[in-house]
């Protein structure tokens, strides 16, 4: 997404919305013995609430930048998204 390039099937594997995206780190830090601490797993439940169902092929960079400013003109906390993005 940072190159401005959508997903292909090939480098996204058996993944179809945002959603799953974001739930796969979750699942490999928790694997690991070190789930994410309450500022990432909040960052990461208000992305998954408000994008997750979108799939990934229609998400691109300027959807996530557009999201970023919008939370911003909401008051919510869009730096996380800035930095962890």
Do not use: N, W
Request: net charge positive.
């Amino acid at each position: 997404m940072d190159q401005g390039l959508a997903p292909t099937s090939a480098s996204v594997p058996r993944l179809q919305t945002f959603g799953d995206l974001i739930d796969r780190p979750i699942a490999d830090m928790c694997e690991v013995g070190k789930p994410p601490r309450r500022s990432k797993a909040a960052t990461l439940t208000m992305l998954k609430r408000d994008l997750g169902k979108e799939r990934i092929g229609h998400l691109d960079r300027q959807k996530l930048i557009d999201y970023g400013k919008m939370g911003a003109e909401k008051g919510k906390c869009s730096a996380s998204l800035d930095h962890d993005i």
